[in-house]
Nanobody, 123 residues
Framework: QLAESGGDLVQSGGSLRLSCTMSGFTSDDYTIGWFRQVPGKEREGVACISTFDGSRYYDNSVKGRFTISSDNAKNTVFLEMNKLATADTALYLC??????????????????WGQGTQVTVSS
């Protein structure tokens, strides 16, 4: 199972840290992706991390502002979000990615989702 937390209402320019806590995983290594969903728009994969090879991926819209990291001891993947803008407002979800690397197309290779955490950025 995956459980997201950390979403909140924040002002433009602010920061948030989202958490994706994993449970029931049998492997010490994993690939986790963060997505965001806005009603009426296509779901967007924003960041990915793989502990198999250390690869990371960032969508251009968040590159330089968001940082994905992992804490294996806590079975948690974090998404540090800085310089938030109103365009970042969305439901943020994490997903387990089947591939062992964050390669192109990882956003279509998921097999388990969390329920999401809402991020709202006010102007």
């Amino acid at each position: 199972q995956l459980a997201e937390s950390g979403g909140d209402l924040v002002q433009s320019g602010g920061s948030l840290r989202l958490s994706c806590t994993m449970s029931g995983f049998t492997s010490d290594d994993y690939t986790i992706g963060w997505f965001r969903q806005v009603p009426g728009k296509e779901r967007e994969g924003v960041a990915c991390i793989s502990t198999f090879d250390g690869s990371r991926y960032y969508d251009n819209s968040v590159k330089g502002r968001f940082t994905i990291s992992s804490d294996n001891a806590k079975n948690t993947v974090f998404l540090e979000m800085n310089k938030l803008a109103t365009a970042d407002t969305a439901l943020y979800l994490c997903a387990h990615i089947r591939a062992s690397q964050c390669v192109r197309g990882w956003w279509n290779d998921f097999d388990l989702w969390g329920q999401g955490t809402q991020v709202t950025v006010s102007s």
